[in-house]
């Protein structure tokens, strides 16, 4: 079992940054790949952002790509994301997930989710 935290969420005018955080427990961390996604209301449940287990390997929703970036601490089990720029249009619960098999974009190939945490962003 994978336990997952996040954090860091709020409200943020249009034009701001906010940084979400993850942190993990259970499992080895770094045996991992990690995404985070969004829900917004009405909404079915998108991707955002990956990571492979180095860190190496990131992947972006085109929505997103540029203002946003994924990034990983190995040592202290904890994924970020940084959120720039950010839109009216981004609001949403993020969510952070777990996939023990590969990077990528489905959340149904992901294996242990966090309960989320709502980012509001106001216009």
């Known amino acids: 079992q994978v336990q997952l935290v996040e954090s860091g969420g709020g409200l943020v005018q249009a034009g701001g940054s906010l940084r979400l955080s993850c942190a993990a427990s259970g499992r080895t961390f770094s045996n991992y790949a990690m995404g985070w996604f969004r829900q917004a209301p009405g909404k079915e449940r998108e991707f955002v952002a990956a990571i492979d287990w180095s860190g190496g390997t990131t992947y972006y929703a085109d929505s997103v790509k540029g203002r946003f970036a994924i990034s990983r601490d190995n040592a202290k089990t904890t994924v970020y994301l940084q959120m720039n720029s950010l839109k009216p249009e981004d609001t949403a619960v993020y969510y952070c997930?777990?996939?023990?098999?590969?990077?990528?974009?489905?959340?149904?190939?992901?294996?242990?989710w966090g309960q989320g945490t709502q980012v509001t962003v106001s216009s």
């Open positions: 997930a777990a996939d023990i098999r590969r990077i990528g974009d489905d959340p149904l190939t992901y294996d242990y």
